[in-house]
């Protein structure tokens, strides 16, 4: 939770328990991360790293109507 480079984490359903967005500068500073927040952690057994090779949408804003 207090991870500033974790942008988001889910608790989910199916065969994953947890998903979360990293937002690191290199992959030096991902694997700094990863060690720090996950490899230290007793409770994770294990975990997959899947990396973005090119935005396509970025666009995570609703709008919202103003009530009159």
Do not use: W
Request: charged share 20%; glycine share 2%.
């Amino acid at each position: 939770l207090s991870a500033p480079c974790v942008q988001f984490c889910y608790e989910i359903a199916g065969p994953h328990d947890i998903v979360a967005l990293f937002d690191c500068e290199s992959m030096s500073a991902f694997n700094d991360a990863a060690d720090e927040i996950l490899t230290s952690s007793p409770t994770v057994r294990r975990y997959e790293t899947h990396f973005v090779k090119r935005e396509v949408k970025f666009a995570p804003f609703v709008g919202l109507n103003e009530a009159s």
